[in-house]
C-alpha cells in the first residue's frame, strides 16, 4: 500500500505525492497544485484575449504609432494627437500592470489620465476619439452632456452614459470596463452663475458632482436600457476604475478669460515684452486649468481630468487637406458612392478650393465642408443612378457655383 501511494504523480507535470503541496484525484488520473495555478492563468488569459462579443485582445501601441493611426484619419491637430496618445498608452498600460501585480513588487498605482480636450465646433474632437477606439478595438460610446440633469430630476442621469457603453459591448460588462466614453459638449455643463442662489443649478454644477464618481472610478449600478433609475428596476453594476473618459467641448468666449489671464490689453512702454509673442489668433493654446475654473467647471471635476489639450482652429490650408486626403475624406466618400452605380465622378481642383473657401465664409469649421458637398452633390446623386447612359461625370466650378447658389446653404448669414 505505501508503495502504492509513492507511485502516485500528477498526470500533467509528473511531479510525485511528496514534492506537491496537495494532488487532487480525477477518475483517471491525478493534478497537483502548481498545474492548476498554471491552469487559471491560462484560462484567464485566453478569455481576456477572446471575448464571447468580439472585442479581442487589447491592442496596446506605443504613442508614436497610436499618433500615426491618427494621422490617416485627422488632420493637423498635433499637439492634441500628441497628448492623446500618450494618455491612452499610459491609460491603458496601467490596465496591464493591474492585471500583471504580480510581476511588479512595488505598490505604486498609477492613476488614470481622463482628458479633457477645447476646441472650436467641427476641429476633429469626436473624430479623434473615435479613432482611437477603433485604433484599439475597445468598446466606445459619445454622450451629450446637455441631456444630463442632476439625479431627481427631468432628464437623464449621469449612469446613462455607462449604458450606452455596455450596449457598444454587447452588455459585457468585463469588455466594457476597459472601453472608452467621449463626453461632448461638456463646457454646457458649466456652473450658471458664481453667486449661490435659492435655485439648485441641475443641469449645471449639479451634473458635474454627478460625473466626479464616474471619472474617479468607482462601482456604478447602471440601468441596462438607459432612462431614468427605478427602485424595482434591475441594474448592472460597472466599475469605471478602467474606463478612460474623454471629455471635449467648445468652451465659447473662454478666450476672453484666456486673454485677461494674459493681461493681453496692456499698453503703454510698461508693456512686458513677453506679451509680443502671444499669437492672439489662437488663445485656445494657452488654455489652463484655471480658465476652466474661471469658465464655470468645478475644481474637483477639473481634477479628475488631468490631461488637458486644445484644438486649433481650422485655416483654409487644412480645410483643404481634410476634404482630399484622410482615408475617409469626403471625396473619397463621394467617388466610391458613384463607383457602386458604375459611375465615375471627378472634381476640378478649383471645385474644391471653392468648396474650402465658401466653409471658411460660413465659419463652419470640418461640419460645413459635407454641408456644402451635399448642396453641389444632391441633384447628381439624385438623377445619376437613375440615368444609365452616363458612366462619366465631372464637376466643373460653374456646376458648383450654379447649385450651390440654389441652396439654402448660400443664404446664411456671415458673422
Known amino acids: 500500500m505505501a508503495k502504492e501511494e509513492k507511485e502516485i504523480k500528477c498526470s500533467f507535470c509528473g511531479r510525485k505525492k511528496n514534492e506537491v503541496d496537495m494532488l487532487i484525484a480525477g477518475t483517471t488520473g491525478h493534478i497537483c497544485n502548481h498545474c492548476v495555478a498554471q491552469a487559471q492563468t491560462i484560462v484567464r488569459d485566453e478569455l481576456t484575449q477572446k471575448n464571447a462579443n468580439g472585442f479581442s485582445a487589447l491592442q496596446l501601441l506605443k504613442p508614436a504609432e497610436i499618433k500615426k493611426h491618427l494621422d490617416e484619419y485627422v488632420i ?13 498608452y499610459n491609460h491603458y498600460k496601467r490596465i496591464i500592470q493591474n492585471q500583471n501585480k504580480t510581476a511588479h513588487k512595488d505598490d505604486i498605482e498609477i492613476e488614470k489620465s481622463n482628458v479633457i480636450m477645447v ?26 452632456a446637455t441631456v444630463l440633469t442632476e439625479a431627481g430630476y427631468v432628464g437623464e442621469d449621469v449612469e446613462s452614459i455607462l449604458s450606452r457603453l455596455l450596449q457598444a459591448a454587447d452588455f459585457d460588462v468585463a469588455a466594457a470596463e476597459r472601453g472608452i466614453v467621449f463626453i461632448d459638449e461638456l463646457d454646457k455643463i458649466a456652473r450658471k452663475s458664481d453667486n449661490p442662489s435659492i435655485t439648485r443649478d441641475v443641469s449645471g454644477e449639479g451634473v458635474q458632482q454627478g460625473l466626479l464618481k464616474l471619472l474617479e472610478g468607482s462601482t456604478v449600478g447602471v440601468p441596462p436600457q438607459g432612462g431614468r433609475k427605478h427602485p424595482e428596476q434591475k441594474m448592472i453594476q460597472v466599475n469605471t476604475k478602467n474606463i478612460l473618459f474623454i471629455c471635449g467641448g467648445a468652451f465659447d468666449g473662454i478666450e476672453r478669460k484666456i486673454a485677461k489671464r494674459l493681461d493681453t490689453q496692456v499698453i503703454g512702454y510698461n508693456m512686458n515684452k513677453e506679451l509680443e509673442t502671444i ?14 475654473k474661471n469658465f464655470g467647471l468645478i475644481p474637483e471635476l477639473i481634477g479628475r481630468l488631468p490631461v488637458l489639450t486644445f484644438l486649433n482652429p ?18 473619397k466618400q463621394y467617388t466610391h458612392l458613384f463607383e457602386i452605380d458604375g ?14 473657401e465658401k466653409a471658411v465664409e460660413f465659419k463652419l469649421g470640418a461640419r ?4 456644402i458637398c451635399e448642396a453641389i452633390m444632391t441633384d447628381l446623386m439624385f438623377e445619376l443612378p437613375s440615368d444609365t447612359s452616363i458612366k462619366e461625370f465631372n464637376v466643373t466650378l460653374r456646376y458648383a457655383k450654379d447649385k450651390l447658389k440654389k441652396s439654402s446653404i448660400n443664404k446664411l448669414k456671415v458673422a
Open 279 to 292: 499669437d492672439k489668433e489662437n488663445l485656445l493654446q494657452y488654455v489652463s486649468p484655471q480658465d476652466l
Open 343 to 356: 459611375v465615375k465622378i471627378s472634381f476640378d481642383k478649383n471645385v474644391l478650393d471653392f468648396i474650402v
Open 119 to 144: 476646441g472650436e465646433t467641427g476641429t476633429g474632437k469626436t473624430l479623434l476619439a473615435r479613432t482611437i477606439a477603433k485604433v484599439l478595438n475597445v468598446p466606445f460610446c459619445i454622450a451629450d
Open 76 to 88: 493637423g491637430q498635433d499637439d492634441a494627437k500628441k497628448v492623446l496618445s500618450v494618455a491612452v
Open 368 to 371: 460645413g465642408l459635407r454641408s
Open 314 to 331: 481650422l485655416n483654409a490650408e487644412t480645410l483643404r487637406r481634410i476634404l482630399s486626403e484622410p482615408k475617409n475624406a469626403l471625396i
